[in-house]
């Protein structure tokens, strides 16, 4: 056998497509030599060449065991190792160019198992919503990019938990589906429910109403609480009424709660037509989901009324324990321009007044970023500093040049 070819300094990976396309064309129309090198690296082979078997000669020629370890050296010598591929994987996800992800995942197969720097991987940029709310299917396929996604599974992409997290946490129902049916998604009680699978819900509970499946969290009624907002979530009524039940007789104080407001059928509706959005700070219970709906849902009314009216019965939104809700009220009225409803607030002597050193928050970048400057002099009274984390969901989305805010319906 001869000496491997030499490749030069600087390699075209195109020039090397175009050889591995010649000696295909050149093996089927009966060339000797092109036959003879075809033999001596693939002696079982048969014409014609496929271009994959071309492509595999040529590789050997080169002294390369395949033609993925050929064009990883091509470029890297080219200076276009793993980071340009995935950099250029990330552009054709976002132009949902699947014969180009194609493309880069065969000549880089190590894109499935790559990681950025902070720990993210490929397929969050196929999963993850552009929009936050992504309920609605005509959304999800113009937010998320499902073909790409379903492309990076089957060639054995990582999955990481926070994939199938924001799914949840946008309603991207799709994402999950496909997740579901690729084996990649752990069975939680919470996955089942938002996925509609009443039956795979039930099997979650023995005969006592005891949760027998994995949970992330040390105590039931969180796992049944999160549950039951995602049944709200993705609008399975039936599953938000079994699991209702669930977290009643995990804390008795629910029902009695819904039953001086309406009544279980009406407060599951409430919830599934003016769910929570995005993420939250720290695991949240069906009435305070309620509550933080109803408060924020009066803001954006410019209903006071009904905002004083919900503070007054829920004396606890105001001590020390629910800072993180005071600051995301302050926050939501500074965007809506709803002044009086920063100063009813603060009226009632929350514990943020009392918060040193004061906890962080965007209202203050909120007020002028929204043209609403004159809210500062309230403000002052916290001190707010900025946050430099993301915001945690407030049950409204932010406004967005992007996508608007969908209307709150069913207030009480």
């Known amino acids: 056998m001869s000496a491997p070819k030499s490749l030069p300094r600087r390699p075209s990976l195109e020039s090397l497509r175009k050889q591995a396309k010649k000696l295909a064309r050149e093996v089927a129309g009966g060339n000797a030599e092109a036959l003879a090198r075809a033999r001596a690296l693939l002696p079982h082979s048969v014409p014609p060449l496929s271009q994959r078997d071309a492509q595999l000669v040529l590789a050997r020629e080169y002294g390369f065991a395949g033609w993925q370890d050929l064009t990883a050296e091509v470029l890297k010598r080219l200076g276009k190792g793993i980071a340009w591929a995935a950099d250029q994987a990330a552009r ?35 999963t993850s919503s552009y929009a936050m709310d992504v309920s609605d299917p005509d959304k999800e ?22 994939i199938w997290e924001n799914a949840l946490n946008t309603g991207a129902l799709g ?77 008795g104080e629910l029902d009695r709660r819904i039953a001086a407001w309406q009544n279980r059928s009406a407060f599951i509706d409430y919830l599934i037509e003016n769910p929570l959005w995005g993420t939250y700070p720290a695991p949240i219970a069906p009435w305070r989901a309620f509550i933080m709906r109803q408060l924020c849902g009066a803001i954006g009314h410019d209903d006071l009324a009904t905002f004083s009216r919900w503070l007054e019965s829920e004396s606890d939104l105001l001590d020390d324990a629910n800072v993180g809700v005071q600051v995301q009220l302050i926050e939501h009225a500074c965007w809506t321009n709803r002044g009086p409803f920063i100063a009813r607030l603060l009226a009632r002597d929350p514990a943020i007044l009392r918060r040193h050193p004061p906890p962080p928050s965007a209202a203050l970048l909120d007020a002028l970023a929204y043209g609403n400057a004159h809210l500062i002099p309230l403000l002052t009274t916290i001190r707010p500093t900025t946050r430099t984390s993301a915001t945690p969901c407030t049950g409204v989305p932010r406004p967005s040049n992007r996508f608007s805010i969908p209307p709150l319906r069913g207030l009480a």
Do not use: M
């Open 175 to 251: 994402i999950l589906q496909l997740l579901w049916r690729k084996g990649v998604i752990p069975h939680r009680l919470r996955i089942v429910a938002a996925l509609g699978e009443l039956e795979a819900v039930r099997a979650c509970f023995d005969e006592s109403g005891t949760l027998r499946v994995a949970s992330d969290h040390p105590d039931p009624r969180t796992e049944a609480n999160e549950a039951f907002l995602y049944a709200c979530r993705f609008r399975h009524k039936p599953i938000a009424a079994f699991l209702l039940d669930r977290c009643i007789a995990l804390n």
């Open 92 to 126: 054709a996800i976002h132009d949902n160019d699947v014969e180009r992800l194609r493309q880069l995942l065969t000549e880089h197969p190590g894109l499935v198992t790559w990681h950025a720097p902070d720990g993210g991987v490929l397929l969050q940029h196929a």
């Open 141 to 162: 396929r113009t937010f998320t990019r499902l073909r790409c996604a379903e492309l990076l599974l089957d060639a054995g992409a990582t999955v990481v938990p926070v």
